[in-house]
């Protein structure tokens, strides 16, 4: 069945320091939520890519989507305490009404 | 707004018991979905509904039963409950299957032993 993996599973990072979490799909995607997740606390929606090679930015995150399709990624910059949590992206896979999460980066940033 | 009201917050249930774990929204959405977060996991979906009156399975439905009965609640039942089922569940909704963001409950954690 379909996977949608992400890279890597947990990453430390300075304050201020760069991240960055990698999405996979071994099919091609309709289109790729992304969310995430306090320690804690349940999963909030961030974005939603549609069209191939699309780039949308929210303040210091920048979200891509793949030119084929099958993966995308979420840079932060200059990471900060508040970062902190799990992201994830998801696949809505159009047609079945099944959601396809990935198994999530969880990310940790140290003062 | 409330939103996604998840009960109970926390349970603990002895193997072979009966539960139900309860959703209720009050956005009028028609998609709902429940999901079970295992660490290293991520987030698996057990069962969804894509409108009132109709359900379907997820990835991992066996051990489980919903029903969708009207719009606002979505109720995910263990008809008998094992081990395996320790899990964190959360229950979330979307205006729409497939196209438009899910929101998500604050969570039931629930320990089978």
């Given at each position: 069945?379909?996977?949608?993996?992400?890279?890597?599973?947990?990453?430390?990072?300075?304050?201020?320091?760069?991240?960055?979490?990698?999405?996979?799909?071994?099919?091609?995607?309709?289109?790729?939520?992304?969310y995430k997740q306090?320690?804690?606390?349940h999963p909030v929606f961030?974005?939603?890519?549609?069209?191939?090679?699309?780039?949308?930015?929210?303040?210091?995150?920048?979200?891509?989507?793949?030119?084929?399709?099958?993966?995308?990624?979420?840079?932060?910059?200059?990471?900060?305490?508040?970062?902190?949590?799990?992201?994830f992206?998801?696949?809505?896979?159009?047609?079945?009404?099944?959601?396809?999460?990935?198994?999530?980066?969880?990310?940790?940033?140290?003062? | 707004?409330?939103?996604?009201?998840?009960?109970?917050?926390?349970?603990?249930?002895?193997?072979?018991?009966?539960?139900?774990?309860?959703?209720?929204?009050?956005?009028?959405?028609?998609?709902?979905?429940?999901?079970?977060?295992?660490?290293?996991?991520?987030l698996?979906?057990?069962?969804?509904?894509?409108?009132?009156?109709?359900?379907?399975?997820?990835?991992?439905?066996?051990?489980?039963?919903?029903?969708?009965?009207?719009?606002?609640?979505?109720?995910?039942?263990?008809?008998?409950?094992?081990?395996?089922?320790?899990?964190?569940?959360f229950?979330a909704?979307?205006?729409?299957?497939?196209?438009?963001?899910q929101?998500f409950?604050?969570?039931?954690?629930?320990?089978?032993?």
């Open positions: 069945g379909q996977q949608v993996m992400q890279i890597p599973q947990y990453q430390h990072v300075q304050e201020g320091e760069d991240f960055t979490t990698y999405c996979n799909s071994s099919t091609t995607l309709s289109n790729i939520q992304w306090r320690p804690g606390g961030l974005i939603q890519l549609v069209k191939s090679g699309e780039v949308k930015k929210q303040k210091r995150l920048t979200f891509q989507f793949g030119e084929a399709k099958k993966n995308s990624s979420l840079h932060i910059t200059a990471t900060q305490t508040t970062d902190v949590g799990t992201y992206c998801a696949d809505p896979s159009s047609g079945t009404y099944k959601y396809i999460f990935g198994t999530g980066t969880r990310l940790k940033v140290l003062a | 707004t409330a939103g996604i009201t998840q009960a109970p917050t926390s349970q603990i249930l002895a193997a072979g018991r009966s539960m139900t774990l309860r959703c209720t929204q009050d956005m009028r959405h028609n998609a709902m979905y429940w999901y079970r977060q295992d660490l290293g996991l991520g698996r979906l057990i069962h969804y509904s894509n409108t009132a009156g109709t359900t379907g399975k997820g990835e991992v439905p066996d051990g489980y039963s919903v029903s969708r009965a009207n719009t606002d609640d979505f109720p995910l039942t263990l008809a008998s409950a094992v081990p395996s089922q320790t899990s964190v569940y229950c909704s979307s205006v729409l299957a497939n196209h438009n963001e929101f409950g604050p969570g039931t954690r629930l320990t089978v032993l």
